[in-house]
């Protein structure tokens, strides 16, 4: 087996795109990395979508980035191997679990750096439904959990990465204008102010924010994105709790 295929698609005998697809159903162990020349960037962008995990221009060759992307390519099919048996859907919300996040979060940020797009991580951790579950049944809570799933999902694009973190916490990696999440913001919070079963209840339903924004680069790791998000909704939590402390 191999651990790795660079596929050189101006060889005399390759067919471009249909030389990878051929290629790629008998390599499922080994990631496709594809060696082109700039006029045919535009079919190793369509491998890429078909699910080759990056590609080099022969012009812009060297060993640095040669390494780099191969060694990129190979750390992160040992990843999908090594996760291959974890649980990558959340069984109650069918969003992504934790799990499926990070690895398809990981994948999503190298793609982006490539492009050179924004990178925002938004994570939502709702409050309030602890009293829910108290005044209603634990039913009540898996409902409204289920139902906030399905609003994510209509709030976020599927080129966005959304999940089930945990509990109550969601996630969601999102490739656009950061300024779009204000709106996507202003849909939720409108949401879970009528989520309650019953009016008296609706202001215990509600939601603190956490967010970290950066252009990744191919050295950008998911987990630093974490951390500062998380930063962020701790200390939006600090502003939340200080009134009652006081």
């Known amino acids: 087996a191999f651990d ?3 596929l050189n698609l101006d060889l005399t005998d390759s067919q471009a795109l249909h030389t990878f697809l051929r290629v790629h159903p008998m390599s499922r162990t080994a990631p496709i ?4 020349n700039a006029r045919e960037e535009y079919t190793a962008l369509a491998a890429v979508r078909e699910g080759a995990f990056s590609y080099l221009l022969k012009e812009d060759l060297d060993c640095l980035p040669l390494a780099r992307t191969l ?19 959340d069984e109650l919300t069918s969003l992504i679990s934790r799990d499926g996040f990070v690895l398809l979060g990981e994948q999503s940020l190298q793609l982006a750096a490539r492009w050179q797009r924004p990178a925002t991580l938004f994570l939502i951790e709702l409050t309030g439904y602890s009293m829910l579950e108290d005044a209603y049944g634990h ?7 289920i139902e906030t799933g399905d609003l994510l999902r209509s709030v976020f694009r599927e080129s966005d990465v959304v999940a089930r973190l945990q509990g109550d916490t969601f996630g969601a990696l999102c490739f656009d204008d950061p300024a779009e999440l204000e709106s996507m913001e ?3 919070h409108r949401y879970l102010q009528s989520l ?3 009016p008296s209840h609706r202001p215990a339903l509600s939601y603190l924010s956490g967010q970290s924004t950066l252009i990744p680069t191919a050295s950008t790791n998911l987990d630093v994105m974490l951390q500062r998000a998380e930063a962020h909704l701790a200390m939006n939590r600090g502003q939340e709790l200080a009134p009652a402390l006081g």
């Not at 039913?139 to 959990?145: G, K, N, T, V």
């Open 33 to 36: 990395v594809i060696l082109c």
């Open 4 to 6: 790795i295929i660079l």
């Open 139 to 145: 039913q009540a809570h898996d409902l409204a959990l």
């Open 196 to 198: 309650a079963p019953h």
């Open 186 to 188: 202003d849909r939720i």
């Open 71 to 89: 060694r990129s390519a190979m750390e992160r099919q040992q990843a999908i191997v090594a996760r291959a048996e974890l649980p990558l859907l």
